[in-house]
C-alpha cells in the first residue's frame, strides 16, 4: 500500500530537514513514549527537551507538547539537535548548476550528508541552507576524509534517472592519489578483489573469493619517495581505492584507517586538520539522463603532498 505524500511537511531549519516516523498501532499512552523506545539513541529526557523547544511536530505541522497523546497510523516529525558537533573550517564550491543538477567541489573532512555527530557540518546542509532548496539530494557517496566532485539532483523526480547511472556504473570516475612510490609494480596496473565489511564495521577487507571490485591505477608523476596516481575505479565498493592501495603496499598518505586504524572518532584522538587524506575525486563523466547533454567536471583541488614529488 502507498503512503500518502507529506502534506503537511515543515520548512527546513537553518537547512535541516525535518524527519519522519510513522506511528504504528500499539501500547504507547504519549508519543514520547514511543519515540524514546523505538529510537533508543536518544534519551527520553533529550526527546522531552527537543518537544519543550517546539523540534517535534504532529502530522498537520503543530508542536506536539511532552504529554501529547499517542496518535496511531499518523506522521511525526522531528529535527535533530546540532548544537555539539564540531565547526568544520573549510568550505565547499559550487562549479555547476542547472535547473536538475548541482556539481559541488567538496574539500577533505566535510561529510556529504548527516550522520553521527554531523548534522549541520555537512556537505548538504550547508547546500541546503545557502540555496534553499530543499530537494536537494546527493546521488553518490564520497567518504568525509576524501575531498573532490559530489553530485546532487534539485529536482525529487529526476533523482532515479541520475541515480540509475551509478546502479549501472555509466559514470566515468578519476581520482588522484599520493602514496609511496614502488617502481616494482609495473604500471599501468589493474587491482581486483572481493572485498566485504571486516570485524571492525567501519573497516573494508579483501578475502579470498571472485572479485567484486577493480581499480585500474596508473603514474601521474613519482619522486624519490612519493608518487602521484590515477586511480580509475570499474566498481564502486566502500573503501575500494583506499583497500587496494592498502593491500600492494602503497597506503594512501594520510589514510587513518588503513593500514592501521588512527581516525579520531575511533581511537580518540584529537581531528588533525593538517595531514587530510591524499585522495582527490578529480573528473567525473557522463551523459545527462534528463538533458541528453555530455557532461565532464574537475576539481579545482590540488593535493597538499604532490608538492613534495
Not at 99 to 117: E, N
Not at 247 to 266: A, T
Request: charged fraction near 20%; proline fraction near 8%.
Amino acid at each position: 500500500m502507498t503512503r500518502p505524500a507529506h502534506s503537511n511537511k515543515p520548512p527546513m531549519r537553518g537547512g535541516v530537514s525535518a524527519s519522519c516516523v510513522a506511528l504504528p498501532t500499539g501500547p504507547w499512552q504519549h508519543t514520547v513514549e514511543f519515540l524514546a523506545e523505538r529510537m533508543p539513541g536518544v534519551a527520553l529526557e533529550e526527546w522531552l527537551r527537543r518537544m519543550a523547544q517546539g523540534w517535534v511536530l504532529a502530522e498537520n505541522g503543530k508542536p506536539l507538547a511532552p504529554n501529547s497523546a499517542y496518535q496511531p497510523n499518523t506522521r511525526v516529525y522531528y529535527y535533530r539537535d546540532s548544537g555539539k558537533e564540531p565547526a568544520i573550517p573549510f568550505q565547499a564550491h559550487i562549479l555547476f548548476q542547472d535547473d536538475y543538477l548541482l556539481v559541488a567541489d567538496k574539500p577533505h573532512f566535510l561529510p556529504v550528508t548527516p550522520g553521527g555527530r554531523f548534522v549541520r557540518e555537512t556537505l548538504l546542509v550547508r547546500l541546503k541552507e545557502q540555496l534553499g532548496i530543499e530537494s536537494l539530494s546527493p546521488l553518490h557517496r564520497l567518504d568525509r576524509e576524501t575531498a573532490g566532485l559530489v553530485l546532487f539532483s534539485i529536482r525529487t523526480q529526476d533523482r532515479s534517472a541520475y541515480q540509475l547511472l551509478f546502479r549501472q556504473q555509466s559514470v566515468r570516475k578519476e581520482y588522484e592519489a599520493v602514496a609511496p612510490w614502488r617502481p616494482d609494480l609495473s604500471l599501468p596496473y589493474e587491482h581486483a578483489s572481493r572485498m566485504k565489511t571486516a570485524a571492525q564495521f567501519f573497516r573494508q577487507q579483501e578475502i579470498t573469493g571472485h572479485p567484486n571490485s577493480l581499480t585500474r591505477i596508473e603514474l601521474i608523476e613519482s619522486g624519490a619517495s612519493l608518487a602521484r596516481y590515477r586511480l580509475l575505479p570499474r566498481s564502486g565498493r566502500t573503501h575500494q581505492l583506499r583497500v587496494h592501495m592498502n593491500s600492494l603496499g602503497i597506503p594512501i598518505l594520510g589514510d587513518q584507517l588503513y593500514p592501521e586504524v588512527m581516525h579520531p572518532q575511533h581511537s580518540g584522538a584529537a581531528e588533525d586538520y593538517t595531514h587530510p587524506l591524499q585522495l582527490l575525486a578529480r573528473t567525473i563523466a557522463f551523459t545527462d539522463p534528463v538533458t541528453g547533454q555530455e557532461r565532464t567536471f574537475s576539481s579545482t583541488r590540488v593535493l597538499t603532498s604532490a608538492g613534495n614529488l
